[in-house]
């Protein structure tokens, strides 16, 4: 499994390793992902646990889907709420007010003896659970060189698996619920503790002005290479200046403009179409499944489940920078709907023997397809889509779309199931994922090896559409290049570079040229602007 190895970094390599700065951080950050699986997992095995417990009665068809759905519900509306208050305190404080609504949400949880308090633990996990689908992804993305970005965000995927197969595995052990909930408020200190250690982004840091502390920040992600510090800082400078239209030709574009309506539909589709995969249902209620499926040990195929989730999601860290965003997306599309189908035969086939084939190869196949790209690349791209000025209610209304769908599939599943025979749902999701292959396929831009700088360009309306070619250059050579000519910063072809980040001479390939003007991407003092301007004319 070559694909593993190739996301992990060798233990003697770890003194040389550029990126180990942003590694190390989003790694400490990146548990805010598993506190978020174990929410969204929670479920499976807490009501199982809940017709034996001694302060609760036994629930209730419509009590079980409420206590299931009930984060997604809030998260719709912390989504909404917290929008602002990312852009005004920062990703790091949000995170670190997520980790402190989580340990409420556990505790209470954990000492309920009635309904209402279950109810009330599992809304304040929701607000934990809005606040860091938020704040997670952009602080990762702004963290992160660019060349490792996509396997950098794939960490948030990572550790949401981890967390889910935590709660699974406690299951396994028939742990009660109520001392889940109590491990799990001990997870959320952790969170707490490492979000305290840990710095603001740079990105962030020079949107409020605070010009030194982005300059000490970076100087720890780049590993002291002031060289590339400047650099970066000048871009980051740069970005803001568009922010308040001062002195940049493009001045501040509206929130309203297709500039940003534009990745805000389409990350919101995106969002849809993962809902759709039918993933919450499927986590949710894996346990009834199994058993329904005839498994005499539903809750160990569960905790198996998740571990097959984990070890896939690595394969996905490691192809996210190297195929990229929008194939990976269209490829696993198709292959979901694909397994999706096969659930559907399953039910159609008489032969126990052959139906329970079927299912395993359909199961083993919605895994990996799920895990290989529908499961990280979404939150990958809700970190780079969006301008830093209009990040915060991009992401807020993003994230309420995510949440309403998240909410329906989960809180609809067993009523379509009831209603409908389990073949028919399986099918129905699964030509909804044909319909976001050919989604996918047609209107997400690449955004592979491109700065966060230079992707909101890519929606402008007078930009020409253009195909982009993975950029990675060997570090040494891009500080060769910057130190001889002199080891100033200023104006240069790629002023966006971060930690080897200097993009090849010929990046981009102009389909479709216009007589129209070019849209600048990477700015040079020359008016007109390209996305990697070369030394020999255009």
């Given amino acids: 499994m070559s694909w593993i190895g190739s996301f992990s970094i060798r233990i003697e390599d770890l003194a040389t390793q550029p990126v180990n700065p942003a590694l190390w951080i989003s790694l400490g950050a990146s548990v805010s992902g598993c506190l978020m699986g174990i929410t969204v997992a929670f479920s499976a095995s807490a009501i199982a646990d809940m017709d034996n417990d001694y302060f609760v009665k036994p629930p209730t068809v419509d009590q079980k889907m409420w206590f299931s759905a009930m984060p997604a519900l809030v998260s719709l509306v912390s989504g909404l709420l917290f929008g602002r208050l990312v852009n005004l305190i920062g990703k790091k404080h949000s995170l670190m007010l997520s980790a402190i609504l989580y340990f409420t949400g556990y505790s209470v949880i954990a000492y309920s003896k009635d309904f209402i308090l279950l109810f009330v633990g599992r809304a304040i996990t929701g607000l934990g659970l809005g606040l860091t689908c938020l704040s997670l992804s952009p602080y990762i993305s702004e963290v992160s060189p660019t060349r490792h970005r996509g396997k950098f965000a794939s960490i948030m995927q990572l550790q949401i698996q981890v967390g889910i197969l935590i709660i699974n595995m406690m299951g396994v052990f028939y742990l009660q619920f109520r001392w889940s909930?109590?491990?799990?408020?001990?997870?959320?200190?952790?969170?707490?503790?490492?979000?305290?250690?840990?710095?603001?982004?740079?990105?962030?840091?020079?949107?409020?002005?605070?010009?030194?502390?982005?300059?000490?920040?970076?100087?720890?992600?780049?590993?002291?290479?002031?060289?590339?510090?400047?650099?970066?800082?000048?871009?980051?400078?740069?970005?803001?200046?568009?922010?308040?239209?001062?002195?940049?030709?493009?001045?501040?574009?509206?929130?309203?403009?297709?500039?940003?309506?534009?990745?805000?539909?389409?990350?919101?589709?995106?969002?849809?179409?993962?809902?759709?995969?039918?993933?919450?249902?499927?986590?949710?209620f894996s346990n009834n499944i199994f058993h329904d499926l005839g498994m005499e040990t539903p809750r160990i195929c569960t905790a198996a489940m998740s571990a097959a989730f984990l070890l896939f999601t690595f394969g996905s860290a490691s192809l996210?920078?190297?195929?990229?965003?929008?194939?990976?997306?269209?490829?696993?599309?198709?292959?979901?709907?694909?397994?999706?189908?096969?659930?559907?035969?399953?039910?159609?086939?008489?032969?126990?023997?052959?139906?329970?084939?079927?299912?395993?190869?359909?199961?083993?196949?919605?895994?990996?397809?799920f895990s290989m790209a529908w499961g990280c690349i979404p939150w990958v791209l809700l970190g780079e889509l969006f301008t830093v000025e209009n990040q915060g209610r991009a992401i807020a209304i993003v994230n309420a779309v995510n949440w309403t769908f998240n909410f329906l599939t989960v809180y609809t599943w067993p009523l379509l199931i009831h209603v409908m025979d389990a073949k028919w749902v399986f099918l129905a999701y699964s030509l909804c994922m044909l319909c976001g292959a050919v989604f996918v396929g047609t209107c997400l831009p690449e955004t592979r090896g491109l700065t966060l700088y230079q992707i909101p360009d890519l929606f402008a309306s007078n930009y020409q559409y253009v195909t982009v070619v993975h950029r990675v250059n060997v570090e040494d050579s891009s500080r060769q290049s910057s130190r001889s000519r002199g080891g100033t910063p200023g104006p240069s072809p790629s002023p966006a570079r971060r930690g080897g980040d200097n993009p090849s001479p010929s990046p981009a390939r102009i389909i479709n040229p216009s007589p129209s003007p070019a849209r600048s991407i990477n700015p040079s003092p020359s008016p007109a602007r390209s996305i990697n301007p070369s030394p020999s004319p255009a």
């Avoid at 491990?183 to 020079?206: D, G, K, Y």
């Avoid at 589709?269 to 499927?282: E, K």
């Avoid at 399953?346 to 395993?360: E, K, P, R």
């Fill in 181 to 284: 909930a109590m491990a799990t408020s001990c997870i959320a200190i952790i969170n707490l503790v490492f979000m305290a250690i840990i710095p603001e982004t740079p990105r962030w840091l020079v949107s409020k002005g605070r010009i030194s502390e982005a300059e000490k920040v970076l100087f720890k992600l780049m590993q002291q290479d002031n060289d590339l510090v400047q650099e970066e800082l000048e871009v980051l400078q740069r970005e803001r200046s568009r922010t308040e239209g001062s002195g940049e030709d493009i001045g501040t574009v509206p929130f309203s403009s297709a500039q940003n309506l534009k990745p805000l539909l389409i990350m919101a589709m995106i969002m849809i179409f993962q809902q759709l995969t039918a993933i919450n249902a499927v986590l949710s």
């Fill in 320 to 369: 996210t920078d190297k195929a990229g965003r929008k194939l990976l997306l269209v490829v696993f599309a198709i292959l979901i709907a694909i397994s999706l189908g096969l659930f559907s035969l399953a039910d159609f086939l008489t032969s126990q023997v052959h139906a329970i084939a079927v299912l395993t190869l359909a199961l083993g196949s919605y895994v990996f397809s």
